[in-house]
């Protein structure tokens, strides 16, 4: 049975979808991948672009709230902004919560750097994900409540 996991943000609309979208293109079979926002605000375009720059296509997707998913269980709830860590400082259901802190792409970015913002947090959260696939140590992700 695959491990699951909810990736959270405020929006929904950029790091966690891009969390949601690499694990699975990342790890195959084995995890279960969803996202959610305490405040979704729709699928930013910016974040299409970015993933399919990588033949990850995210055009279907969309900005989900973390309510949808009350009741569910998860191997992992990880926070990807540090608002959504404190809205969400619990989530039931969830057997290990982890905190990966990750800039805002459509906030750090005037209009015309955006795209490579997009980009950069894009390979950042990437990243994190190897590591996370790696089974190397939790210790820096764990969030202690």
């Known amino acids: 049975m695959k491990e699951r996991v909810l990736f959270l943000c405020t929006g929904n609309s950029a790091r966690s979808q891009m969390a949601e979208a690499l694990l699975r293109h990342m790890a195959g079979d084995r995890f279960e991948a969803e996202s959610a926002g ?20 995210i055009r279907h997707h969309r900005s989900k709230h973390v309510a949808e998913f009350v009741g569910q269980s998860f191997a992992y709830v990880i926070t990807v902004c540090d608002r959504a860590k404190e ?9 290990t919560t982890l905190h990966w802190s990750f800039d805002d792409p459509a906030a750090a970015a005037p209009p015309e750097t955006r795209l490579a913002c997009f ?14 696939l790696a089974g190397g140590s939790l210790r820096d992700q764990l969030v202690t409540w």
């Open 38 to 57: 305490t405040r979704p605000v729709g699928l930013n375009p910016v974040t299409v672009e970015a993933m399919q720059e990588i033949g990850v296509d």
């Open 87 to 95: 809205s969400c400082p619990v989530f039931p259901g969830a057997i």
């Open 119 to 132: 980009t950069r947090v894009r390979d950042e959260i990437a990243e994190r994900i190897r590591r996370f």
